[in-house]
Each structure stands twice: as C-alpha cells, then as structure tokens.
C-alpha cells in the first residue's frame, strides 16, 4: 500500500531530515536586518533547490527586498490543488546574552532543536517539502495538485508578497490553501487553528508648545503633552475591561455557544496561568474567560509611550510633545478602516485643549474565521489524528497571521491553520525550540492530509 511506503520512507529518512532542517537553520536569514540580505538570498536559494530536487517545477522570484520561492506539482489531473504557504526568513536573535547555544548553530537538548528559525517557521514549513518528497520518492506522483508559496519577509510585514499575490491570482488558484505557523494546544493536544484577530495599529502624536518650558515657569498655563496623552490613552478603555470608543463593538461577531462549550472542555488553568506570569491577578473584559478574551474578544494595550525627560535624576521640564504606539485586536466581523474612522472621531471628542493630536496609521488587517464544518477541515482533522494519533482539538488564537486575509481577498479561499508547534517554544525570543518528535509528527499528517484532501468530499 501507498500509506506503508510513505511511513517507511519517512521512518528511514529522520535523521536526514533533521540534518537538512539544521543545515537551513544554521543560514541567518534575518529579513529586517539588511547585513543579512545575502543570507536571505541563500536560504531562499536552498529552498528552492530543495524542491527541484523532489521534481517540482520551482522559480526564485525576486522582489524589491527578499526573493519569494514559487514551486508547482500539477501532475494529479481532476483532483484538488493545495497552496502550501511557509516563510523562511527569522527575527533578529537579539538580545544574545540569554541563549544557551548560539541562535544560528541548532543544537539538540532534551528531544528539542533549540535555534532561531526552529519553529518560527523553518522547521514547521520543512514539514511539508519533506511530506512531498516521501509521496515523489516512492510514489512518483502525489494524492493532489500542489503549489509552495515561501516568502521571505513575514516577519517585516510582506509587502512584496502582497503585491505578488495580487498580480498572480491565475497562478496561484487552488482549492485549499495551508499554513503552519502556529501552535498545538498543549503538548499531546494537536490543534487546527480555525479564528485568528485581526489587528489595527496606530501611532500617536500629541504636540503643545514649540519648545520644551520651565515646568515652574510655565506650568498651569500651558498644555502638557504628556498629561493630555495619558487623558486620550486613558479614555480607550474603561474599569470593566471594555474598549470605550462609541460604536466600536458594533460590527464585533459574538462567540457561539458551543465554541464557549467547547473552549471550557479545554485544559486550561488560570490560576497555573496567573502563577506562570507572576502578576497578582488576571483582568480583562467582564464576563468573559481568559481563553475567550485572548481569542474571540477585542482588546486595546499600549505598546510604547515616550516624551518628556527619563534620566537620572529629576528635570522640572514640561515636554513640548509626546507620543505612543497603541493597538487593537479585532475579531470578526470587525474592519481595521471602520475602527480607524471610529478612533479618530473619538479622538476629536476627547482631545484636551492646548494640543494637537496626530494620528498615523501603521498596519491593520481583518480578523479570520474558518468554518470547521467544510470537507477540508474534517481531511485535516483525520490527518493529525492518524499522523498524532490523537484528534486535534479546535482553538482560535490571539495573534494575526495576515497572509491568511490576503488569500481570502485575492484567491477567495480559506486557509487550514496547523499548527506543529508548542507555546513554550519561545518564536521571536531568546532559546527558540522545536521538539523533535512533533517535527516528525508534524510531516506525517502533512503527507497524510495530502491523501486526504484528495478524497471525495
């Protein structure tokens, strides 16, 4: 049988595998650091070849940062096609101190590949070109139609992509489109990610005078910009958690009772929680479960504030400007325009006298709903569980994956989030890790859900 040969080939090949993921990890492909251009080139370069290698039909893209890598296999006539995203440029490594091995040198601890990249997405998007190799190396054919869609600035915002996408709506049709790039539930708990937030991120500036002043000399008779900004920052939300802009939670989509039902069946604790973060007591929006705020219920958090002066020792000075960095979380059907609209009304309504106030905006995209009642979330779901052998459980998740919204809006399809991952595996920080056993796991049910989505639905 097909399946015996795919596992066989799988089981004799491990530590190839993992040589090779290593051999990736080791190309510092920092997109946001342009001392690293040639390292996003090679690792593109290796991906690429990696590919032709299997017998797809693969091209290096260039763009105006960072090469996307574009592959197709489009031997399986009459059966579905699959668009197989990954990314494989990494954050900065930095801070470098706490790191027990070096970030760019993957070493193996306690059944984990500790690195920058492991997880975040290089060993969770290598999953999938090695589940393609199993079926072109022993088969010689695949179960589905498939195209590879790997970038190289997701973590600098993906603009170019962006573009390419737009412009190669032909090119990259399909049937399903997946990703992964996120996480299990719980170590044993395989999860298919079925809501992502959305997200609308502004900058603020508040300026008073044309200079900074003598906070003894002028204070009382002329605006403080700091003063004003922490009034407008203050008026976002109020004591119950909510957000207080007029008609913001107007458009927001509320939970359904039996995802409500089916987050409580999950083994969360929010005092292990509370206890992990050390902070005296969780708060949020009232009436609802930690799970649900972090998942299916907006939220506002400053993300940095700076002005005036905060050096050692004091200065009585009365800064001349102030700003801030702040953000929502949206969830459907929520639109970041229609949010922006609403801010900067409720801005113009709050605003204290003596200053002007400008608002930039930084990035937004849409929240993401799948619905878990469609023939490619059930083949997804019969993969993970034969590929893990447990049924994965159904979760949203806090964060936004934004190319998920831009495959929506430009090739009208929905993406399987599945995530390989763990939530301890530290993406973007210091030790970054990627166990090993879900690795494997992780190209099981990617060869697995490659026949199942060839399935009759």
């Not at 090949?13 to 990736?24: A, I, M, N, Y």
């Not at 459980?393 to 831009?406: A, D, K, M, T």
Request: charged share 25%; net charge negative.
């Amino acid at each position: 049988m097909g399946r015996d040969r795919i596992d066989a080939y799988l089981e004799a090949h491990r530590g190839d595998f993992e040589e090779q993921l290593k051999e990736l990890i080791r190309i510092p492909s920092v997109s946001a650091q342009p001392d690293h251009d040639a390292d996003t080139r090679l690792a593109a370069q290796f991906v690429h070849d990696d590919l032709a290698a299997m017998g797809l039909n693969a091209q290096i893209i260039p763009t105006k940062r960072h090469p996307i890598v574009y592959a197709e296999w489009l031997g399986a006539k009459g059966k579905p096609t699959v668009l197989i995203y990954g990314h494989y440029d990494v954050q900065p490594p930095e801070p470098l101190e706490p790191w027990n091995s070096p970030p760019f040198e993957p070493t193996v601890r306690d059944g984990n590949l500790y690195a920058r990249g492991a997880t975040d997405d290089k060993g969770q998007m290598f999953t999938h070109l090695k589940a393609v190799e199993a079926w072109l190396k022993t088969e010689g054919s695949l179960p589905v139609n498939v195209k590879f869609l790997i970038e190289g600035e997701e973590e600098i915002g993906g603009a170019n992509l962006e573009t390419y996408v737009a412009e190669n709506h032909a090119k990259l049709a399909c049937d399903y489109a997946v990703i992964s790039d996120s996480s299990q539930f719980a170590p044993g708990m395989p999860a298919i990610t079925y809501g992502l937030k959305g997200l609308a991120y502004f900058e603020i500036h508040v300026q008073g005078a044309n200079r900074d002043l003598h906070s003894g000399t002028y204070g009382g008779a002329v605006a403080n910009p700091l003063n004003a900004l922490a009034t407008i920052l203050a008026s976002l939300k109020g004591p119950d958690g909510k957000i207080a802009i007029p008609g913001f939670y107007d458009a927001v989509k509320p939970l359904e009772d039996w995802e409500r039902a089916e987050f409580k069946k999950l083994p969360f604790s929010e005092a292990e929680f509370q206890a992990d973060l050390n902070v005296g007591e969780l708060v949020g929006e009232a009436g609802y479960t930690t799970l649900e705020r972090k998942w299916a219920r907006p939220t506002c958090d400053v993300n940095g504030i700076w002005g005036g002066y905060a050096g050692a020792g004091p200065k009585t000075v009365l800064p001349c400007k102030a700003g801030a960095k702040f953000s929502f979380r949206l969830v459907p059907d929520q639109d970041p325009k229609t949010v922006e609209a609403l801010l900067r009304k409720h801005l113009e309504a709050v605003k204290p006298p003596g200053v002007t106030v400008e608002l930039n905006v930084s990035q937004g995209a849409p929240a993401v709903l799948v619905n878990v009642d469609s023939p490619g979330v059930h083949a997804a779901a019969r993969a993970i569980e034969q590929g893990f052998g447990v049924k994965p459980v159904f979760i949203r998740e806090g964060g936004s994956i934004p190319v998920v919204g831009l495959l929506k809006r430009n090739l009208n399809i929905d993406t399987l989030l599945l995530g390989w991952g763990q939530n301890d595996d530290n993406l973007h920080g210091p030790n970054e890790k990627f166990s090993l056993a879900d690795f494997h796991r992780g190209i099981r049910s990617s060869a697995y859900l490659l026949e199942e989505l060839a399935r009759p639905s």
